[in-house]
Structure formats: C-alpha cells, structure tokens
C-alpha cells in the first residue's frame, strides 16, 4: 500500500505515488532553477509541464492505470532530459553566466529534524545548520532554560517558526545536500515520516511522546517532590493542631480569623479545619506515591473514607463560619461623652501603656490591693494587627467648651448582643492638665472575642485652640493630612490651630498670611 | 573537448534550421516536431527544445496557435511567420553554401588523400 496525491500539473489531475511526486517535484524545481535565467522562464517551463502532464495522461490511457508511479517519472524525464542535457546544448551562451552564478544546491536551510527530536526536532535543526554537533546545541539549549528560563521561550518560538523539513527535498536542503535527482535517488529508500498537521497537532503529538518517554522519569521526579513536600505540610498542619488546641486562648489580641472564634467552639473548629485542608494533601501525596513507584491504586474504601471525613469537615467548617458569620449579622453604638477642662493649648500624645481593671488584676492572680488602677507598662507592638480600631476626629466646638466624644461600636447576633458587645470595651483617656493621653488600642473588660468592636473619638476644641499632636497619631488621624504639616523632622509633635473651617496645620497658617 | 564543443556548435546551429524547416511543412504540434527530430537522429532530449521554440517565437519567427486536445490540455501548434519564411529562405541559401563548402573541402582532402597514396605507391 502506498500513498497517493493528487497534483495539478499543466491543468490536469494526475493522481501520483508520493515517492513519485516527491522525484517529480525535485526535477521540476531543477527545471526551473536552470530556466530562472532564461527570460521566458515560465513560458518554457509551463511548456514542460503540460507535456508531462500529457505524457502522464498517455501513459495512464496506454496502460490503463490509475496511478503514476516513479518509473513513470524514471521514464517521462529520461525523456524530458536532465538539466544537464539541457546545459549541454546550450553550452556556449550560457558559459559566461554559468560561472557567474553561485552554486545553487549547495545552501542549507534551515529545518527542524523530527528524525532526530528529542523535543521537536529545534536542536538537531540547528545542528545541521550550523554543522556542530547535535549534543551540543542541546546542552547550550539546557543551559539557557537556567538564565530565566529563556531557553525554553526561545525554542517554543523557534518551534513555531522553522518549518519542520518533510520531504526529502527538504532533508536533503536540511543536510546541506544537493538536493538533485541523484541525492534524490541516495535518499530514496528513507522512509517517509507522516505529514505534517500544524502546530498545535504536532504538539500534542510530542507531548504525549515526552510524557511517555523523557517526562516520565521527570514526573516520577515531580511526583517524589509532592510526596516530600506534602509529607512535611501534613506534619506542619498536625504541629498547628496541636499548638492551637494547646495555646490557643481565645483573646481579641490573636491574629485573625483566630480572634473572631468563640472559646467553646475551638476544639471542634480547628479539627474541621485540619481535616480540610490535610484530606486534599494527603490524597496528594498518595497519588503521587502511585506515580512515583507505579503501585496499585489506592484502595476504593480508604480514598471513599477520605473523601467522607473531608466532606464532614467541610461541612463542620461552614457550620462555624456561617455561625460566627451570624454573630455579625446587628450593630450597636452608644456615646459618651466627656468634658475636657479648657486649656489654651493642648498637647495628645499616644500612650502605649496598659490599664488594668479590676477583672484584669484577678485574670492575672495579681493582688488587686496593690495593682487596681495602676499603669502597667505593656509593649503591645509586636501584634498591633490586633483590632486597632480608634480613630480621632477633631472637630470646633460648637458651645466654646472642649469635650471628647467616645463611639462605641460593635456587632453581634442580635442588637442586644451588639450593645452588650459594645459596653465590653474599654478605652483609656486620661487628662493631666492640657496633656491628653490615648490609648493606642482598645480593651476588653471581660475577655471576648473580636466583633467589630472599634472606638471613634471626636474632640471637641473651641477656636483658637492650639493643638501639639504627636507622631505617633498619624495613623490614627484620617483625612487631615498629617503628613503634610510634618515640616520639622526633629520634633515629635506637629502643630495645629483650631479655625472656623476646622483645624490646620499650624505652619500652613503663618504661611498663607505671610502673603 | 574541442571535437565536443564543435559538434554541439554544429548540432545547435543546424536544429534551429531542421526546426523551421519542420514547420515550414505546415501546422504542428511540440510532440510532432521532437518525433520528426528523432526520426532525424537530431534531437537527445525533449526538454532542448522548448526553450528553443520560445526563443524562435520571441524573435518573431513562429506564432502558435491553442488547439483543443481530446486527451488532456489544449495544445500548442506552431507556425511559421513571414519573417521567419524569409528568414528560413535566407537560411536554406546558407545551407547550400554551407554544403558547397563542405563537399568541396571533402572532394579537396579526398583528392590530397588520393595524392598522397598516389604518392606513396
């Protein structure tokens, strides 16, 4: 069996052996070259082609065939005459040019090899091109994936951009071989490779060579990293079980979503979660065995059990989102407000130590004789992720009179909850003279879990007032432009003055009436 | 070499004569005329004489006409011109001066050679 095609030649359809067509094409191409100085080139060789076309057709008629194959072709240019029978009789006008003209058949091209691909053939192409060894193009080509992974970018594009060498014309070009009837006849008994089906096909095609071949082992290598990997996460996660529900004290000062969980829910929540998240690992690292060392599948009731148990813990998990979601579901805010004593300057400064209330002082199994009230001094830095939600507004008194408004706002189940939410916070102002000290976050009086508790502050300061506020109140100071007064990088307060418009910056005054 | 190149230099210059003169007979085919060619013992390869038809037609020689084929492409029919009628009489008047030449330079080396064995005996 072999495979035909079917050609226009000289306006008829002549079904011919691929082999055939392949010779037929070699010697046309010849033809043509050798009549590309000619003038009339095309008409001559359009004349060439219609009489074998003709001869074709003559010899399908006289022998009742359907197919030409290469003898006829053998024969029909026998006939036509070889390109050098041609020379020959035209010999004395052309021997001038002849010399001229550089030697047509020797030029390479370049092809892609799919003969010799590892890949798609890039490296062995260029081998040929370049006449060095294959080995080495493709060690230069392993070596340039490691320079940012460019080696990779490069061949794909080159993939697509060379043409993959199919016929043996193309091979022969490829090789750097004359690419004539008589290379033609050399190379006449390699066998064909499949056509070519575009890129994408061709991709597939070798993709699924590699995984075969080459990408096992690298897969197999893959794989023993997941197991690795996913080994280690599995510990790391029963490590956390264990911390959580050894050290996990339910406080507000934990990192979120540890802060929002309630106490009595821990034990069962962070075993869903486990669960959740180690289930999925674990049936990683299980597939991952079986591509590893090619060993049976996982057993059908182990990975049902799995699936099982995640789904459980799915299940649980939502169970507590939705739960703790719920206890969002109402806000409640109060207000208190207090009188500040008037002063004609007042300085805030941000206080990070920590008051301890009565309850505190009994959590601590500290005499509550001796320490009720008193200051301790707490660094809190190291987890201010911790709700930080105190903002200061700092707005003209209406009545003349200085005062400090304190929000209380929280969130809860139900309103009730809100409010009982919001009257557990606790937040220290303290005035000493015209020295206002905040507390850089808020308290609990008794502990709780994080509901959106925050704390917005308005003073209250009647005109004129002048107010040095400290650095560290730039974070708590929305939409004042703090950073723009801060003109002075030795001093720690910047200076502010209260105005019919609200304040500002006490330099951007002197300056604007300096003009 | 030199016989070579003498002898393709005569083989070219009298095909282009065999041919007009082939046509001259009337209207033909390309395939026509190469088997009258090869039945002359002139021609060695079909492909010689297609670039030598379109040269002959370029120089306003030959015309050619498309004639409808039953088996296959329509085929080309040469003929000859007035231009090339005139330039083939020219061409004949030539040839018999050619063919004076060498039959009077054979009767001539004939007779040296049947001096010198004259001679000789």
Redesign the interface.
Known sequence: MKKTLNINIGNSIIHIEEDAYEMLTVYLNEVKQHFAKNADDFEIVTDIENRIAEMFAEILTNQQRQVINIQDVQIVTAQMGSVKDFESSEEEEEETQEYASPPHFSVKKLYRDTDQAMIAGVCSGLSHYLDVESRLVRLIAIATIFLGGSGILAYVVLWIMIPRAVTKAEKMTMRGEEANLKGFANSYLQPLVHQSRGFIAEFLDVLGNFINGTGKVIFKIIAAGIIAFGSLIILFLIVALAALLGMWDSNVYQMFPLNIINHEYITASAIAAFLVFMIPVLALVLFSIRVAFNSRPVNKSLSFGLLIIWLAGVAVTSFYVVKIGSEFKEGAEFTQVSEVKPFQTYTLNIDRTRFFTKEDSLRYSIDPGNYNGRRILTDLDHNFDAPRNIRLNIEKSENGKPSLSQYYKAMGKTFEMALKNAQNIHYDFLQHDSLLTFSPMLQFVKAGNWRGQEVELTLKVPVGTRLNISKNFSRYLDGYGYWDCDHDSNSEFTVWKMTDAGIKCEHEETENSGE | MIAE?TQ??M??GI?DYCVLLIISRGEIY??DIIAELKSARLL?????L??L???LK?NGLLSYNWVE?T???P??YYLLTEKGKSILSQLDATWQELSYAINTSKKVADNDTNDQININK
């Open positions: 190149n393709t230099q083989r070219k095909l390309a395939s060695v390869v079909e492909g010689t297609y670039p038809l379109t040269r370029n084929s088996s296959g492409p085929r080309k």
